[in-house]
């Protein structure tokens, strides 16, 4: 079974910037679009960004467009999320999943790793 690892969360400042990462354990990523989540403290699960399997297509929130930059190494069965421009409101812990195909819902994620957590705070 796929296991995913998120890595790269922390305190940051306003206007920082943090790259998570999401690693595939034993398995390869090369089948599987790739997306990334967060969850604030009493909000829903939100969908901000997803890649394609071959990395030619990438789809963002509106909320995140021009300072989240998606991207994958498949040689390393890992996916990048770049976060520049930190705003209080990014704190949230952010999860990576995998799918067949890029999709904004979170149900139609089979394979989810544990989170990490990204606080933007001064």
């Known amino acids: 079974q796929l296991q995913l690892v998120e890595s790269g969360g922390g305190l940051v400042q306003p206007g920082g910037s943090l790259r998570l990462s999401c690693a595939a354990s034993?398995?390869?990523?090369?089948?599987?679009?790739i997306g990334w989540f967060r969850q604030a403290p009493g909000k829903g699960r939100e969908g901000v960004s997803c890649i394609s399997s071959s990395g030619g297509i990438t789809n963002y929130a509106d909320s995140v467009k021009g300072r989240f930059t998606i991207s994958r190494d498949n040689a390393k069965a890992t996916v990048y999320l770049l976060i520049d421009s930190l705003k209080p409101e990014d704190t949230a812990v952010y999860y990576c999943?995998?799918?067949?195909?890029?999709?904004?819902?979170?149900?139609?994620?089979?394979?989810w790793g544990q989170g990490t957590q990204v606080t933007v705070s001064s």
């Open positions: 999943a995998a799918a067949i195909g890029c999709s904004s819902n979170w149900y139609s994620y089979d394979y």
């Open positions: 034993e398995f390869t990523l090369d089948y599987y679009a």
